[in-house]
């Protein structure tokens, strides 16, 4: 069925170091890409998206490519602050009838 | 403007108890989401109303009711609640009915005593 797997956390980082956080995903189709970001004690804010093949969503700092050919949509930063510090979620939805499908989120802790 | 709102913030409620979520969007969107999130788990959809229509039902018991009374409203009727429905609930909406970009709401964190 369609999934999406991330890397477990906690991935604990210093601050102005470099951020990777593995996606993968598993669809029939060609779905749309999302990371949603959620920090502390909040709901869930969409951080970036890409809708098709080798499309780059930035926002922030953050990017992440959608990869046809590894399936794959890691999330990046080039150097990461303390206020980064959340639950970083992947997702996938393969067409406008069809729901989110997430990740199992990984969280980051950042270090001063 | 991609401002989801709810209602409450925190709601404290006993099992006999009967409380309702709200929520509010003015994006003009036509889909809208009711989410159930567990510590360190993401979320899992519970209701989807499309054009004010229920479109999706997740199984969820019926002591949960979801009620659109127009576009921009969404409410989640609680009674009779176990401790195990503690959570965050999330509300979320989306424009071209049900799918695509989702925007969420801050959520409602609900403790049931």
């Known amino acids: 069925g369609d999934s999406v797997t991330q890397m477990e956390g906690p991935v604990t980082l210093s601050e102005e170091a470099f951020l990777t956080i593995n996606c993968t995903y598993t669809a029939t189709g060609y779905p749309s890409l999302f990371w949603y970001v959620q920090y502390p004690g909040e709901g869930l804010q969409l951080l970036l998206k890409a809708t098709k093949a080798d499309d780059k969503g930035s926002n922030k700092g953050f990017e992440a490519t959608y990869r046809k050919e590894t399936t794959s949509f890691h999330l990046e930063k080039g150097s990461v602050q303390v206020s980064d510090s959340a639950v970083y979620f992947c997702?996938?939805?393969?067409?406008?009838?069809?729901?989110?499908?997430f990740g199992g989120g990984t969280r980051l802790m950042v270090k001063p | 403007d991609t401002e989801v709102t709810q209602t409450p913030k925190h709601l404290v409620m006993g099992m006999t108890n009967k409380k309702s979520l709200k929520c509010e969007q003015h994006?003009?969107?036509?889909?809208m989401y009711w989410y159930k999130q567990k510590a360190k788990k993401p979320p899992e959809l519970m209701f989807v109303y499309s054009y004010e229509k229920l479109s999706i039902n997740e199984s969820v018991p019926s002591r949960f009711s979801p009620e659109c009374p127009n576009s921009s409203l969404l409410n989640l009727h609680l009674h009779a609640l176990q401790p195990e429905d503690s959570a965050l609930y999330l509300c979320?909406?989306?424009?071209?009915?049900?799918?695509?970009?989702?925007?969420f709401g801050p959520g409602t964190r609900l403790l049931v005593l």
């Open positions: 997702a996938q939805s393969l067409n406008a009838g069809n729901m989110l499908t």
């Open positions: 994006m003009g969107h036509r889909a």
């Open positions: 979320a909406s989306s424009q071209d009915g049900a799918g695509g970009t989702q925007y």
